[in-house]
């Protein structure tokens, strides 16, 4: 989870999110070397003293500073591509979890199991453990077991939510009337924390989202 004076992304614990990290640094290594490279152009240019009164046109310099740049925007955008539609396999899910967004909490739903389902409110500040997360600690986890492929249907009964786990990399809209789907793997146990990031009214803050990633013998056993 994140905690204070993290400005970065969080440790990954899924694969995916581990890609969109390298992709993150990637675009951010460029977008720095063209803010360094145009920062020092334009400060140098106060300090030009070169004067041609005859330069109406440079059809080569026009043609180096136009397609130069469409270059460097294809090594973002092909890596960017490859990830959005590798975020978008579905590699047979060992398990489904349905999650529907409600003003203001989340329930779930294992359809696999004998369609276990319950609600899942955050705690409030007064009846909070002393280990616990303030505004991030729920009542009833959603447990999955960790390296096994997970598909998750998200959707709401209201208004529009969305089930965000940053360290996961996922991030799916929930909204009435539709099912979205998106699935992760997540390779390491502990405890995973997101928060409802669709603004959905009041109590928009108060929807957390807990995950408990456990070993799959562990899930076996909480599932009966
Ligand atoms: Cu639900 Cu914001």
């Known amino acids: 989870m994140s905690t204070w004076a993290n400005l970065g992304l969080q440790d990954s614990a899924s694969p995916l999110m581990e890609q969109l990290i390298f992709f ?7 977008l720095v070397m063209i803010t360094v490279l145009v920062g020092y152009l334009m400060f140098m ?9 005859f330069l109406l046109h440079g059809q080569l310099i026009e043609m180096i500073w136009t397609i130069l740049p469409a270059i460097i925007l294809l090594f973002i955008a092909l890596p960017s591509l490859r990830l959005l539609y590798l975020l978008d396999e579905i590699n047979e ?21 004998n369609n276990i389902e319950f609600d899942s409110y955050m705690i409030p500040t007064n009846e909070l453990a002393t280990d616990g997360f303030r505004l991030l600690d729920v009542d009833n986890r959603v447990v999955l077991p960790m390296n096994s492929q997970i598909r998750i249907l998200v959707t709401a009964a209201d208004v529009i939510h969305s089930w965000t786990i940053p360290a996961l ?22 405890l995973f ?23 799959v013998n562990y899930f076996i056993k909480w599932i009966s």
């Not at 240019?45 to 009164?53: A, E, G, P, T």
């Not at 899910?93 to 199991?113: A, C, M, N, R």
């Not at 928060?195 to 408990?212: K, L």
Request: charged share 15%.
């Open 24 to 30: 993150h640094d990637h675009a951010l290594l460029i």
């Open 45 to 53: 240019l106060f300090f030009n003293s070169y004067i041609n009164r």
């Open 93 to 113: 899910p060992s398990v489904t979890l349905k999650s529907i967004g409600h003003q203001w909490y989340w329930s779930y739903e294992y359809s696999d199991f």
């Open 169 to 190: 990399g996922v991030k799916v809209d929930g909204t009435p009337g539709r099912l979205n789907q998106t699935n992760f793997f997540i390779n390491r146990p502990g």
């Open 193 to 215: 924390y997101g928060q409802c990031s669709e603004i959905c009214g009041a109590n928009h803050s108060f929807m957390p989202i807990v995950i408990e990633s456990v070993p």
